[in-house]
T-cell receptor, first 118, second 115 residues
Framework: EAEVAQSPRYKITEKSQAVAFWCDPI?????LYWYRQILGQGPELLVQ????????DSQLPKDRFSAERLKGVDSTLKIQPAELGDSAMYLC????????????????FGPGTRLTVL | AQKITQTQPGMFVQEKEAVTLDCTYD???????LFWYKQPSSGEMIFLIY??????QNATEGRYSLNFQKARKSANLVISASQLGDSAMYFC????????????FGTGTSLTVIP
């Protein structure tokens, strides 16, 4: 069964260091999402791609976060410099483009990267 | 206004009993989808069930069913015959056709199944 791949699964870093997370969506999924999930809360959308284009990055802290999906397939999320408050789970998800009535409308999530900033 | 509201931070249910997790939503878009996800302590998000805004019947998937009341804008998840493995966080989410595929998540409900 096709899955969304993410790496690394765990990352521990010191504040002010740079970190990068990688995501490979399910083949054929045009839409890719990056979420941040703080413990005990729901996922918060950071950035959404449609193919290689950014559709929504309104919640992305652009002074330190960047995301790219150069060839419209896999994606990288970077934080530089990391801060203590960035400690969270970073989830990547992908989906087919939304079309009414299609059962395949759900997002498929990767296992996540758990980031700890010391 | 919150797009998705889950008012139950924590719920307990006896094993083999049924439990209802509440979800209300807010949208003016006539075309939308409602989803429930399960997140065990390991962290992965597992899709459970989907309901489209134009679907006439409530969605069912095995022990999961969605009680869709469109006029009240509610989409409660019903888990029948609870199992110990159902203990997890449950998130309700919505996707609107008019907002470019963005998903809105609720704050989640923590379900604990008691033996």
């Amino acid at each position: 069964e096709a899955e969304v791949a993410q790496s690394p699964r765990y990352k521990i870093t010191e504040k002010s260091q740079a970190v990068a997370f990688w995501c490979d969506p399910i083949s054929g999924h045009a839409t890719l999402y990056w979420y941040r999930q703080i413990l005990g809360q729901g996922p918060e959308l950071l950035v959404q791609f449609q193919d290689e284009s950014v559709v929504d990055d309104s919640q992305l802290p652009k002074d330190r976060f960047s995301a790219e999906r150069l060839k419209g397939v896999d994606s990288t999320l970077k934080i530089q410099p990391a801060e203590l408050g960035d400690s969270a789970m970073y989830l990547c998800a992908s989906s087919l483009e939304l079309r009414p009535g299609l059962a395949e409308n759900e997002q498929f999530f990767g296992p996540g990267t758990r980031l700890t900033v010391l | 206004a919150q797009k998705i509201t889950q008012t139950q931070p924590g719920m307990f249910v006896q094993e083999k009993e049924a439990v209802t997790l509440d979800c209300t939503y807010d949208t003016s878009d006539p075309s939308y989808g409602l989803f429930w996800y399960k997140q065990p302590s390991s962290g992965e998000m597992i899709f459970l069930i989907y309901q489209g805004s134009y679907d006439q019947q409530n969605a069912t998937e095995g022990r999961y069913s969605l009680n869709f009341q469109k006029a009240r804008k509610s989409a409660n998840l019903v888990i029948s015959a609870s199992q110990l493995g159902d203990s997890a966080m449950y998130f309700c989410a919505m996707r609107e056709l008019g907002t470019g595929n963005q998903f809105y998540f609720g704050t989640g409900t923590s379900l604990t199944v008691i033996p």
